[in-house]
């Protein structure tokens, strides 16, 4: 199996294409091609961040040093791109209050992966054998197999602290 600290960090390289795609589309200046690039982009968004918050994120509350505080990012990160992805759904594609939102959607997503690769994946491979990063690797593939259309996954904001609260271990 996968070590999902690989598969988050293939996400995140697949997100920054997806990213270099609305750049291409958007010099391109056809609506069309700015609404095929964003859309799979989007729903990659909340994939994403719902699969790290089922799947990653209880993981590491169990085994990490610094989980709490990592978590508590992450999940304050995932609200803030899901904020101006619902932002963006609410203007005209390509319209200057879409660009914008998609413009907070793109660094909120670059900060947190950003921090993401520096803090919680070196936390999770120094404090998780290889044999527990194969199995969360697992869950992640089932996860994502199990949510083949953006209807299945349904994002909601999150209280950080009462996600914590609920998947750290007693």
């Known amino acids: 199996m996968p070590d999902v600290t690989r598969l988050i960090l293939s996400d995140h390289e697949t997100l920054r294409r997806h990213f270099a795609d609305l750049d291409d589309a958007q010099a391109s200046g056809e609506v069309s091609a700015i609404e095929a690039a964003w859309r799979p982009l989007a729903d990659l968004l909340e994939l994403h961040a719902e699969c790290e918050e089922v799947v990653f994120y209880p993981r590491l509350l169990a ?50 992966i950003a921090e993401e690769e520096r803090e919680a994946l070196p936390d999770f491979r120094l404090n998780a054998d290889v044999t527990a ?19 299945d996954v349904v994002g909601e904001n999150k209280d950080a602290d009462e996600y914590i609260a609920e998947h750290t271990p007693d």
């Open 63 to 112: 085994v990490g040093e610094h989980a709490d505080d990592e978590a508590e990012d992450a999940i304050d990160d995932h609200n803030k791109i899901r904020d101006a992805v619902r932002d963006a759904e609410q203007h005209d594609i390509a319209s200057a209050p879409w660009w914008e939102a998609v413009g907070r959607a793109r660094t909120e997503n670059s900060k947190h």
């Open 133 to 151: 990063r194969d199995e969360v690797g697992r869950r992640w593939l089932e996860f994502r197999a199990a949510k083949v259309r953006p209807s």
